[in-house]
């Protein structure tokens, strides 16, 4: 009976999170309803995958509005619905087009227009007229014609006690006080869950519209499927041929790199191109290859990194510089049989081409079929006291007291306890879709088969999801990000060519690593101007460690970061770097896997190599719980399932 719920992804307006509807349903008695969000489908999917959990009948829709006014509600049918309706919120979005006031010719969709537009025309077969209870007194006034195309609308948008923070955010929406509110910019107060009987008992004296609105539930469906892969399928058009190309692109490289004769590289290798091939990966390598190919020929110069740079095959592609096998890297962080997320490159190029490699990207990959990732920015902390404040009136002195000095006595006011009373259920809420930093979408269907698209300042179409939600219908996002750094690296070879005469080759770090003048200024740590080594904290950590090779300068980046140096890891790998002898090892294995850190985790692989030699973890469920400990999941499940 639930046609019309309403989460706080109906931004500054509802505030149920997706957990809070499922929880009202099973309160309230109700095993199916529809999450038709205002003008977005970013919850969705979660939604449905939520509700299957919990045993529920979860369907998708849409509630159009212009502004303010309510359009109607639609409501997909099954999954080409679902596309449909995506479709046509992308259209008007990219077109920048205000919603029509009638729906257009849907094929898998029904359409519910609110009360008032009962007369305004004659409905087509998927069209009807949302009656709510608070309108169901005057349409037992209307002809039975009529009655015939009416559905119950009972919509869900807060529970009872959160109305004033709804009132809240529509005022923060609309940058109005709270009491400059007009009655058409708020929902209507009974806009809760309601018991299905007592929903049901509210309209038994119109049978015919609760007959109408089991019938068009009754024909709705939603099998998704979470488990496939949903990026695109193939790079040449088969799997057969992604595979040859895949292993000819990797050998071709493997000579350049390894030499032919090099077989610990080699297997290794195989092994790698066994997994990837197994868990239908090739594409996906195949086309990072094919944009780091064209940013080659266009003479763009990247960095491959992140944990892609833990992959041979990666290395032999070219897509990333670092030898993985020289520095002891296992391809399980990387990519793995039970990784439950996909696994992504991250590639980084001038802060000035990188426009030019998503027009590639957007260009060869088919439009409709290629989007930026999504992201959600929420109300945080600082943020909340502040936009709250603004409602209410505030003077800028009296916010900043409210921020920076809660517990100051001024405080104690009406306002300031009503701010505060609201504070902890709108922390986090969603406030506005954004654009992720880097992620980049290539499907093999349509992405409207997953969420409508936004069109941001950026002009690329936008995923209205985020990264956790990508991963968790199957997606691995192409990492593209912007680094002013890499377009100083071109500078510099470009001055010294034409000032020298010199062509610089940055493609093979390696005989960087063996200079002897670097070392020195290494040692030295005159690093200004350098990127990631050149902020006091890294320059004092340089001197304490006397560094001046390759390796110790990796084991800096990592000990400088916040966990590694606030928990004595820091200043622990300092002193037994200086007198190795000190090292204490609390078993064999340790010595064994850690001596090249003096038994001291530095590196997250550094957690693989320990939980698989000491713990007895294979390693891929090693890097399950390895990224359990670095907070990638949004749950623990995957970590009870080792």
């Given at each position: 009976m639930l046609l019309n719920l309403r989460s706080y992804f109906s931004l500054r307006f509802g505030t149920l999170s997706l957990q809070d509807l499922i929880s009202g349903m099973l309160a309230g008695g109700y095993d199916t309803a529809v999450l038709t969000d205002i003008n977005n489908s970013s919850g969705s999917l979660d939604f449905v995958k939520m509700g299957r959990a919990a045993g529920l009948n979860l369907l998708a829709g849409m509630e159009f509005r212009n502004g303010d006014q309510l359009c109607y509600v639609a409501i997909a049918k099954n999954e080409r619905g679902f596309q449909e309706i995506n479709a046509y919120r992308t259209k008007l979005n990219m077109e920048n087009r205000s919603t029509p006031e009638r729906a257009p010719d849907f094929e898998q969709v029904f359409v519910i227009y609110p009360f008032r537009r009962i007369n305004a025309f004659s409905l087509r077969d998927?069209?009807?007229?949302?009656?709510?209870?608070?309108?169901?007194?005057?349409?037992?006034?209307?002809?039975?014609?009529?009655?015939d195309r009416c559905v119950i609308l009972a919509p869900v948008s807060f529970r009872k006690a959160d109305y004033t923070l709804h009132r809240q955010l529509r005022a923060i929406d609309n940058n109005l006080l709270i009491s400059q509110l007009e009655r058409e910019q708020l929902a209507a107060e009974d806009e809760v869950f309601v018991p299905k009987a007592k929903l049901i008992g509210l309209f038994?004296?119109?049978?015919?519209?609760?007959?109408?609105?089991?019938?068009?539930?009754?024909?709705?469906?939603?099998?998704?499927?979470?488990?496939?892969?949903?990026?695109?399928?193939?790079?040449?058009?088969?799997?057969?041929?992604?595979?040859?190309?895949?292993?000819?692109?990797?050998m071709d490289g493997f000579a350049r790199r390894y030499g032919r004769n090099d077989h610990i590289a080699g297997e290794r290798i195989q092994r790698e191109l066994e997994i990837i091939e197994n868990l239908r990966f090739s594409s996906y390598f195949l086309i990072t290859d094919d944009i780091c190919r064209y940013a080659r020929g266009r003479n763009f110069h990247y960095v491959g990194r992140g944990s892609g740079a833990n992959s041979a095959v990666a290395y032999c592609l070219g897509i990333t510089d670092v030898d993985p096998i020289a520095l002891n890297l296992p391809f399980e962080r990387f990519l793995n049989p039970k990784?439950?997320?996909?696994?992504?490159?991250?590639?980084?190029?001038?802060?000035?081409?990188?426009?030019?490699?998503?027009?590639?990207?957007?260009?060869?990959?088919?439009?409709?079929?290629?989007?930026?990732?999504?992201?959600?920015?929420?109300?945080?902390s600082r943020s909340i006291l502040s936009e709250l404040g603004k409602v209410y009136g505030l003077p800028k002195a009296e916010i900043d007291r409210l921020v920076?000095?809660?517990?100051?006595?001024?405080?104690?006011?009406?306002?300031?306890?009503?701010?505060?009373?609201?504070?902890?259920?709108?922390?986090?809420?969603?406030?506005?879709?954004?654009?992720?930093?880097?992620?980049?979408?290539?499907?093999?269907?349509?992405?409207?088969?997953?969420?409508?698209?936004?069109?941001?300042?950026?002009?690329?179409?936008?995923?209205?999801?985020?990264?956790?939600?990508?991963?968790?219908?199957?997606?691995?996002?192409?990492?593209?990000?912007?680094?002013?750094?890499?377009?100083?690296?071109?500078?510099?070879?470009?001055?010294?060519?034409?000032?020298?005469?010199?062509?610089?080759?940055?493609?093979?770090?390696?005989?960087?690593?063996?200079?002897?003048?670097?070392?020195?200024?290494?040692?030295?740590?005159?690093?200004?101007?350098?990127?990631?080594?050149?902020?006091?904290?890294?320059?004092?950590?340089?001197?304490?460690?006397?560094?001046?090779?390759?390796?110790?300068?990796?084991?800096?980046?990592?000990?400088?970061?916040?966990?590694?140096?606030?928990s004595g890891m820091m200043g622990e790998y300092i002193r037994r770097h200086h007198d190795p002898a000190t090292a204490v090892y609390p078993h064999p294995v340790f010595k064994e896997q850690l001596e090249e850190t003096y038994g001291v985790m530095v590196y997250q692989e550094d957690v693989m190599k320990i939980a698989n030699a000491y713990g007895g973890l294979d390693m891929a469920d090693a890097d399950v719980l390895r990224r359990m400990m670095s907070g990638k999941y949004r749950s623990k499940d995957h970590l009870i399932e080792i």
């Open positions: 998927f069209e009807y007229i949302g009656i709510r209870p608070s309108e169901r007194t005057r349409a037992q006034l209307l002809e039975r014609k009529l009655l038994s004296e119109l049978p015919q519209v609760l007959a109408n609105t089991s019938r068009i539930l009754a024909q709705c469906s939603f099998g998704f499927d979470f488990t496939s892969v949903k990026n695109k399928a193939t790079f040449t058009g088969n799997r057969y041929n992604d595979k040859q190309l895949l292993h000819t692109y990797c990784r439950k997320s996909p696994p992504d490159f991250d590639v980084d190029f001038a802060w000035n081409e990188r426009d030019a490699m998503h027009a590639y990207i957007f260009d060869r990959y088919q439009t409709g079929h290629t989007a930026l990732m999504g992201a959600m920015s929420t109300f945080r920076h000095e809660p517990e100051h006595m001024l405080n104690k006011n009406e306002v300031t306890n009503t701010i505060l009373s609201v504070y902890n259920r709108m922390a986090d809420f969603p406030n506005q879709r954004t654009i992720h930093a880097s992620g980049v979408l290539i499907s093999e269907e349509p992405l409207t088969c997953y969420s409508a698209m936004d069109n941001p300042p950026k002009g690329l179409p936008t995923m209205q999801f985020d990264m956790y939600v990508a991963e968790d219908i199957g997606f691995e996002k192409f990492d593209i990000l912007s680094q002013r750094g890499i377009g100083h690296i071109k500078d510099c070879r470009t001055l010294v060519r034409e000032n020298l005469g010199v062509v610089i080759d940055t493609d093979n770090p390696k005989r960087f690593f063996q200079d002897v003048n670097i070392a020195a200024q290494l040692k030295s740590a005159n690093t200004i101007g350098c990127f990631y080594i050149e902020s006091p904290a890294m320059r004092q950590l340089l001197t304490k460690l006397r560094c001046d090779d390759y390796l110790t300068l990796v084991a800096a980046s990592s000990i400088i970061r916040p966990g590694v140096a606030s």
